[in-house]
């Protein structure tokens, strides 16, 4: 099972939007609605930024959404801070042998 | 609040067993999944499997017949052996709360990472 296809990097000034992307296939993004987010900050464990493709946990500030069109998931961070830099993973179920994968990972910088 | 830990010799030579625990605290391992997650130097994350408290796993058919995950409700904990290990399993292991059911997938709480060397 191939990983989850992201692009290395993103960048974007404070208090603009920025969107990272997340493709899969049928098989896996396009199949379910399990895609979540992880933002990881340098020499930390990964948090939990999105779930379900759109949900938020308590606690998660609100600048960060999720959306999926067809094989493709999206974050949106919206209102750019110096502390959103960091790295990015998205994550999906697939229905094949019960299996998770992950994306590759997108730098976030915040110039 | 759920905290994870993750425990373990940093260093295992080539062909051997890794051998790493999980203590669990602040919630009961007797409820939800839980999971073995590694990060490879370049970053990439990898899910290695997981495990209900009724003993059942699932694994990632890539890994699949070098990985035993087990647990112990007495102590809280659930436990990772990787055999045969060679430099390419040389990684920052994760250990996490895995919500995981019919209807959802995604993991909650991690620990906080133990780097793993193979390396003689």
Redesign the interface.
Known sequence: ?S?LTQPPSASGSPGQSVTISCTGTSSDVGA?N?V?W?QQHPG?????II??VTKR?SGVSDRFSGSKSGNTASLTVSGLQAEDEA?Y?C???TGS??????G??TKLTVL | QVQLQESGPGLVKPSETLSLTCTVSGDSISSYYWSWIRQFPGKGLEWIGNIYYTGTTNCNPSLKSRVTISLDTSKNQFSLKLSSVTAADTAVYYCARHRYSGASSYFDYWGQGTLVTVSS
């Open positions: 099972q990983a379910y399990y979540s992880y930390k464990a990964p948090k939990l779930y379900e946990p790295d993973y994550s999906s179920y042998n019960n299996l998770v994968i992950f590759g990972g």
